[in-house]
C-alpha cells in the first residue's frame, strides 16, 4: 500500500529541460511545486574528472541503466519485437537534469514551415503531395505565436550566435543574447564554399557560451573552453546551458520548490476525467509513495512520456489498424546518413578542439526552402560542418575500402585522425501511420511495468531525401579545397545498433484535433485537462534540427498555461 | 622506444609545473593559452631528460603493480594480447596493442560491472533475432569472452595444428577473419559477437585514458597526435595551423587534500 502524502499544487514528473523551465517559472510565479527525478542529484562538481571517454562516451555513465528499463524495438509490425539491450542508436539520459546534461548544446527554433506542414505543403503541391501513409499534422500553433517563448528559452540559456540569421531560417524578434562562437579553419571552409555556391552559411547557435553572460534570473556563467567534451559529457565549467546550471537554482531559490531524486513515477492516478496525483517508487528502498495534486506535469524523455499514459490507461491509445486513437501516434526520428568526408593530404587539422554547438550550417535545402515539385520526398535537412571534438576511441576515420582492423587500419586511422572534415545533413523525418509506440506485450522493466514498443523503419522518402542531401554535402564539399572527398547517399533498413541521433520524437503529439492529437497548444491533455505533458514527444513530426530549442518554448509555454489553468481551470483553447 | 618510456621513473617536475599551471585545480576557469604553454616546455623538459640519467634502473615503487590479473587465466591473457596485437599491430607508426597494455585493459574491464553487462538489459526470454535489433543473447561480456578465446585456440589447432599463440602472424589473421565472417562454429559460440567484442576493446583499450591499463604512457594517443585531458583550448581553437601538444591524462588532473 502506497504511503499517502500531503496535496500540492504541482508536481512534475522528470527534471530535465522541461520539468527545472516549468519549476523555475511556476515557483518564481508563487506556486508550489514537487519534482521528481528518478535519478540522482548532480552539479559541476561531478563532472572534475569528466574528460573520460571510455566512461562517458562508450560506458554511457550519464544514459539510463538498461537493466531496470529499456525499450523493446521491431521494424516493422510482422516481426517480434525485442528488448534493446545495450545502447546503440540513441542515448536516454538519467538523473537530474536529464538528457538536458549530456547533449551538445546546438539551439535550432525550427523552421515556420514545420508547425504548418500540413496546411503549406497542400497550400505549394496539393494533397497528392502526401504520399500514403504518410500521417502529416499541423502542430496546432505557428512560428509567430511560439516565437516569444523561443526568446525567453534564448535568454535564459544564453544562447550565443549571429546577429541575423538567414531570411528563410528564423525572424526573430530579439537577437540572441551572446555573440557567435569562434570560428575554426574548417567552419571557415565550409562557409567561403556554401558562399559561393549561393548558399546561406551560418554560425550554428549554441548553448556553450561564447562569453561569460549573466541571465535575466541572475545566474552567471563562464565562456566555453572549447574543450571538446560536450555529447555525452556534463560540462565543469557550467558553460554549456543545463537545467542544473540554470532553472534549477532558481526554482529552489524562491523556497517553493521541492526536488526529489530517485523517485520513479510508475503511474497517474486519475478518475478519466481529472489527475489526482501520481504513483511513484523511492528507488533505493523500494517504498511507494502517492503524491496527490491539482496539476500533472509529464515532463519525461519522449518513452517516459508515452508509457506512463500507457500503462495508467489515461488518454485513447493509438491503434494503427484502425487508425484511432492518439497516444503513442507519430512517432519519428532523425533522418542522418548524408554526408561527405573531405580528406586533406597537405594539412592537419586541430580535430580534438571543440564544442558541442561549434559549427556552421546552411538552411538552403532545409523545410521547404527549396522546390520539392521534381522531388520524391518532402522536407530537408540542415547541412553543416560541426567541430564537437573528436575523440579516439569513437572516431577511426578511414577511406572507403580500408580494413576494419590491422596494420592498414591503423595507418589509416592514425594518417586521417586530423586530416578528414565531415559535411553532414540532418535529416527531417516524417510520421507515418505504422510507426507508433505501445506497450510490449512481453517485456518489462525491473519494477514489472510493460517496456515501451517501437516499432519504426526507414521509408522510401527517407532513401530519397539522403540521397538528395548527400548530393549537396558533397557539392559543398568539392569546394574546400580538399584531396579527394567521398560521399555517402546510402540508407537501408533502420538498425538500433550504431549510434545516429538522440532525437526521438512523438507519441503524445500537439494539435487542434483532439482525435489526433494527446495535447493542444498549450500542452494540456485533451482527455484530462489537468494534466499537462511537454516535451519532444509533443512533435508531431520531426524537423531537420535539433530538437531542444522547440522543446525549450513548448516547456515556457507549458508553464504559461499551467498558471492559466490554475487560476481558471477548464480547457484553455 | 615507448618501452624506455614506460620504464622511466614519475617525472616530479612535470606534476610540479602542471600543479603550478593552474591545470590541474578543478572548477578555476583556466585560459587555452596554458595549454600551448604546457605542449612546448613538456616537449623540452622530456628532451633535457632523457640524456641524463638514462641508464638509471628503475625504483621498485615505479612497477607497475596494476599489471597482474583479475579474470583471465595466463593462457588467455596470452592469446587476447596475440589476438589484439593483429588488430592494432605495432609498426614503424608505434606500438601495437601488446605494448600498449591492451590485454590488461581488456582483463580489468571483464572484471569489472561492464564484464558482467550489469548495466544492459539481460532479462530474457531470448529470442533468435534481426540484424537490426542488436545483441539478443543471454552470453556476458565475460562469458562470451572467455569461450571466443578458447575457440580461437581449439580453431587453430584444428587447423595448424598449434594453439592460436604459437601460428604465425598471417595465420592468426586468417583465424581471426574466419571468426570476423562468422564462419565458424565451435560450441555454439557466436565467433562474429565475439570478434566484435575484441575488437570494440581493442580499440578503448589502445586509446582510453591510461588510468583503465591500456594506452600506456598515452603512446596511443601520441601515435594520433590526440593530446588527451586538456583544459582548455581557447586561445588556440582558431588557429591555421596544426598544433601539437603533449597530452595529459586524468592522472596528471588529480589533485588530492
Redesign the interface.
Known amino acids: 500500500m502506497a504511503n499517502k502524502l500531503p496535496k500540492v499544487n504541482v508536481v512534475i514528473v522528470g527534471m530535465g529541460w522541461v520539468g527545472g523551465i516549468i519549476a523555475a517559472e511556476l515557483t518564481k510565479a508563487g506556486h508550489n511545486v514537487v519534482g521528481l527525478e528518478r535519478g540522482k542529484s548532480r552539479g559541476?562538481?561531478d563532472y572534475?574528472?569528466v574528460?573520460?571517454?571510455?566512461r562517458y562516451a562508450?560506458?554511457?555513465e550519464l544514459m539510463q541503466?538498461?537493466?531496470k528499463e529499456?525499450i523493446t524495438?521491431?521494424?516493422t509490425e510482422k516481426?517480434?519485437a525485442?528488448?534493446?539491450?545495450?545502447y546503440?542508436s540513441f542515448l536516454m539520459g538519467d538523473g537530474l537534469g536529464g538528457a538536458g546534461v549530456h547533449w551538445n548544446g546546438q539551439y535550432y527554433r525550427f523552421l515556420p514551415y514545420d508547425f504548418e506542414i500540413y496546411t503549406k505543403t497542400v497550400e505549394r503541391y496539393g494533397k497528392s503531395k502526401i504520399p500514403e501513409g504518410m500521417t502529416l499534422r499541423d502542430w496546432g500553433i505557428t512560428y509567430g505565436e511560439l516565437e516569444p517563448y523561443f526568446v525567453k528559452y534564448e535568454q535564459m540559456a544564453g544562447i550565443s550566435g549571429d546577429k541575423e540569421l538567414p531570411e528563410h531560417v528564423s525572424q526573430m524578434s530579439k537577437p540572441f543574447p551572446t555573440g557567435p562562437m569562434?570560428?575554426?579553419?574548417g567552419m571557415k571552409l565550409f562557409t567561403e564554399s556554401a558562399k559561393k555556391l549561393g548558399y546561406h552559411p551560418y554560425n550554428i547557435p549554441s548553448a556553450n557560451l561564447s562569453e561569460a553572460y549573466t541571465n535575466p534570473d541572475g545566474i552567471e556563467r563562464?565562456?566555453?573552453?572549447?574543450?571538446?567534451y560536450c555529447e555525452r559529457f556534463g560540462c565543469?565549467?557550467g558553460s554549456k546551458a543545463d537545467p542544473v546550471v540554470t532553472v534549477l537554482p532558481v526554482a529552489l531559490q524562491t523556497g517553493k520548490f521541492e526536488l526529489r531524486t530517485f523517485s520513479n513515477v510508475t503511474e497517474i492516478i486519475h478518475d478519466g476525467k481529472k489527475a489526482t496525483g501520481i504513483k511513484y517508487v523511492n528507488v533505493p528502498t523500494g517504498e511507494e509513495y502517492m503524491q496527490p495534486a491539482d496539476v500533472v506535469i509529464l515532463a519525461g524523455y519522449v518513452f517516459t512520456n508515452v508509457r506512463l499514459l500507457l500503462v495508467s490507461k489515461l488518454g485513447q491509445p493509438y491503434d494503427p489498424k484502425s487508425d484511432t486513437g492518439s497516444v503513442g501516434r507519430n512517432y519519428a526520428y532523425q533522418v542522418n546518413g548524408a554526408s561527405t568526408a573531405a580528406f586533406y593530404e597537405d594539412?592537419?587539422?586541430?580535430m580534438?578542439?571543440?564544442a558541442g554547438a561549434?559549427g556552421s550550417c546552411i538552411d538552403d535545402f532545409n523545410g521547404d526552402n527549396f522546390d520539392h515539385s521534381s522531388l520524391n520526398f518532402l522536407h530537408g535537412a540542415n547541412i553543416r560542418f560541426t567541430q564537437a571534438g573528436l575523440?579516439?576511441?569513437q572516431y577511426?576515420p578511414t577511406p572507403a575500402g580500408t580494413p576494419?582492423?590491422?596494420?592498414s587500419?591503423?595507418?589509416a586511422?592514425?594518417h586521417n585522425?586530423?586530416r578528414v572534415l565531415s559535411i553532414a545533413g540532418q535529416g527531417a523525418c516524417m510520421p507515418y501511420r505504422h510507426h507508433y509506440l505501445d506497450l510490449d506485450p512481453?517485456?518489462?522493466d525491473a519494477l514489472g511495468i510493460p517496456l515501451i514498443r517501437m516499432t519504426f523503419d526507414f521509408e522510401q522518402q527517407d532513401i530519397e531525401l539522403v540521397k538528395f542531401i548527400a548530393r549537396k554535402t558533397k557539392e559543398i564539399a568539392d569546394g574546400m579545397g580538399a584531396t579527394t572527398t567521398q560521399m555517402n547517399d546510402v540508407i537501408k533498413?533502420?538498425?538500433?545498433?550504431p549510434y545516429q541521433s538522440t532525437h526521438n520524437t512523438g507519441g503524445t503529439i500537439m494539435g487542434s484535433d483532439p482525435k489526433t492529437s494527446v495535447v493542444n497548444n498549450y500542452l494540456q491533455m485533451w482527455d484530462a485537462d489537468n494534466v499537462f505533458i511537454c516535451g519532444a514527444s509533443n512533435f508531431p513530426h520531426n524537423g531537420g534540427y535539433n530538437p531542444t530549442g522547440v522543446v525549450g518554448a513548448l516547456a515556457y509555454r507549458t508553464a504559461e498555461g499551467v498558471g492559466k489553468y490554475l487560476q481558471k481551470g477548464g480547457s484553455l483553447v | 622506444m615507448a618501452k624506455d618510456q614506460s620504464q622511466k621513473p614519475q617525472d616530479e617536475s612535470r606534476r610540479r609545473f602542471l600543479k603550478y599551471s593552474g591545470t590541474a585545480i578543478?572548477?578555476v576557469?583556466?585560459g587555452?593559452v596554458i595549454g600551448g604553454i604546457i605542449g612546448s616546455s613538456l616537449k623540452k623538459t622530456d628532451k633535457e631528460e632523457k640524456p641524463a640519467n638514462p641508464e638509471t634502473p628503475a625504483p621498485s615503487s615505479d612497477r607497475d603493480y596494476n599489471q597482474a590479473l583479475m579474470f583471465f587465466t595466463q593462457d588467455q591473457f596470452l592469446i587476447t594480447e596475440a589476438a589484439s596485437e593483429?588488430?592494432?599491430?605495432m609498426?614503424e607508426?608505434g606500438p601495437?596493442a601488446k605494448e600498449l597494455g591492451v590485454a590488461f585493459f581488456i582483463d580489468h574491464q571483464m572484471a569489472s560491472a561492464?564484464g558482467i553487462?550489469?548495466?544492459?538489459?539481460?532479462?530474457p526470454?531470448f529470442?533468435p533475432?534481426?540484424?537490426?535489433?542488436?545483441?539478443?543473447l543471454s552470453f556476458k561480456r565475460k562469458e562470451l569472452l572467455a569461450l571466443g578465446l578458447d575457440a580461437l585456440n581449439e580453431y587453430s589447432t584444428d587447423t595448424y595444428n598449434k594453439p592460436f599463440t604459437k601460428i604465425a602472424p598471417e595465420e592468426q589473421?586468417a583465424v581471426?577473419t574466419a571468426f570476423?565472417k562468422n564462419e565458424v562454429k565451435l560450441k555454439g559460440v557466436p565467433a562474429a559477437a565475439f570478434f566484435n567484442l575484441l575488437?570494440n576493446l581493442?580499440?578503448?583499450g589502445?586509446?582510453?585514458?591510461p588510468?583503465?591499463g591500456g594506452n600506456k604512457n598515452m603512446a596511443?594517443?601520441k601515435?594520433?597526435?590526440?593530446?588527451?585531458?586538456?583544459?582548455?583550448?581557447?586561445d588556440?581553437?582558431?588557429?591555421?595551423e596544426?598544433?601539437k601538444m603533449e597530452p595529459l591524462s586524468?592522472h596528471d588532473?588529480l589533485e588530492l587534500g
Open positions: 559541476t562538481q572534475y574528472h574528460h573520460d571517454e571510455l562508450t560506458r554511457y541503466d538498461l537493466s529499456t524495438f521491431r521494424n516481426i517480434r525485442l528488448p534493446m539491450r545495450t546503440g569562434k570560428q575554426t579553419p563562464a565562456a566555453c573552453q572549447y574543450c571538446g565543469e565549467y594539412r592537419e587539422f586541430n580534438a578542439m571543440g561549434l575523440r579516439p576511441i577511426q576494419k582492423w590491422g596494420k587500419f591503423k595507418q586511422t592514425l585522425a586530423n512481453e517485456y518489462k533498413q533502420y538498425n538500433i545498433v | 578543478g572548477g576557469v583556466v587555452g593483429r588488430i592494432y599491430p609498426d607508426l601495437g561492464y553487462n550489469s548495466r544492459d538489459y539481460m532479462s526470454p529470442y533475432s534481426e540484424v537490426s535489433q542488436g545483441y539478443q589473421d581471426l570476423e575488437h581493442t580499440i578503448e589502445v586509446y582510453s585514458d588510468l583503465y596511443g594517443w601515435m594520433r597526435n590526440y593530446p588527451g585531458n586538456q583544459m582548455s583550448y581557447y588556440v581553437i582558431e588557429k591555421e596544426f598544433i586524468l588532473h
